[in-house]
């Protein structure tokens, strides 16, 4: 089984840039980024229960790596540099570390969590997001996603940028995200912290300068933390071109 993908830029040479979204995203949020990084080839892909496969789901982070190594054979990516953000950040870190990394050339992460090191705290957060599944599955998404933008990890997000999220947010189905928040949810995920330190590969960890809560992350853990200046938990929506700039000087001096 594979994920829907699209490409872009498949007549220029070199590694492809694969791209995973972040919770409620999809593939094509991507492509403003993607039309600053047009010396590559991309691959956008869509993450189980989200836009265009929506009819995939992913039991947990070994599925979620399965699927996407499934869907790069088939669209027959041999050497690649993995980009995910949120969600989408942690599956690539997730797939980094323990999936099959034939052909993986290096990972760039913005704002996703490497992982709860304390176990009562990943049982906390299960219970969390159980709670926020149980009201995506029950409630009109459009009220839930105006409670959910406002989260501290948005606090830089104004009423105006807030609102487009939720209009933008809402034809997703809320049993999908119910059911990605459970499967994928940060306490299943492993801690990670010791498998990137470790990594052989380059590794980038981006966020915004607004985004102290990943910042003071990447402290703690002594990860390659880049700042992406006059944004937020969402860097790249909020400067697609500042961070395309970093991207292609990473690949220029990597790929």
């Given at each position: 089984m594979t994920l829907?993908?699209?490409?872009?830029?498949?007549?220029?040479?070199?590694?492809?840039?694969?791209?995973?979204?972040?919770?409620?995203?999809?593939?094509?949020?991507?492509?403003?980024?993607?039309?600053?990084?047009?010396?590559?080839?991309s691959l956008v892909i869509d993450l189980p229960r989200h836009g265009d496969s929506a009819s995939i789901g992913?039991?947990?982070?070994?599925?979620?790596?399965?699927?996407?190594?499934?869907?790069?054979?088939?669209?027959?990516?041999?050497?690649?540099?993995?980009?995910?953000?949120?969600?989408?950040?942690?599956?690539?870190?997730?797939?980094?570390?323990?999936?099959d990394t034939s052909g993986l050339m290096g990972l760039i992460v913005e704002g996703g969590n490497p992982g709860l090191y304390d176990a009562t705290e990943r049982q906390n957060r299960i219970a969390h997001d159980k709670r926020w599944a149980e009201r995506f599955r029950d409630e009109p998404i459009s009220d839930v996603l105006t409670q959910w933008y406002q989260q501290p990890v948005f606090a830089d997000l104004s009423d105006e940028r807030r609102q487009?999220?939720?209009?933008?947010?809402?034809?997703?189905?809320?049993?999908?995200i119910a059911e990605s928040l459970e499967t994928l949810s940060l306490g299943h995920q492993p801690w990670l912290v010791?498998?990137?330190?470790?990594?052989?590969?380059?590794?980038?960890?981006?966020?915004?300068e607004k985004d102290k809560k990943f910042q003071a992350i990447a402290q703690q853990y002594s990860l390659p933390l880049t700042t992406i200046p006059q944004a937020g938990h969402n860097a790249h929506q909020a400067q697609p071109v500042a961070y395309a700039a970093v991207i292609n000087h990473v690949l220029s001096l990597f790929g």
């Open positions: 829907a993908c699209q490409r872009y830029n498949t007549h220029n040479e070199g590694p492809w840039l694969v791209w995973l979204h972040g919770l409620l995203g999809e593939g094509c949020e991507w492509e403003p980024v993607i039309q600053a990084c047009h010396e590559y080839p992913a039991r947990n982070f070994v599925d979620a790596s399965e699927l996407l190594t499934e869907t790069l054979k088939a669209q027959g990516i041999n050497h690649y540099w993995l980009i995910g953000y949120s969600l989408g950040g942690r599956i690539a870190m997730y797939h980094a570390c323990f999936g487009l999220l939720v209009e933008k947010r809402r034809h997703n189905a809320g049993f999908c010791s498998e990137l330190q470790q990594l052989t590969l380059p590794f980038i960890w981006l966020c915004g």
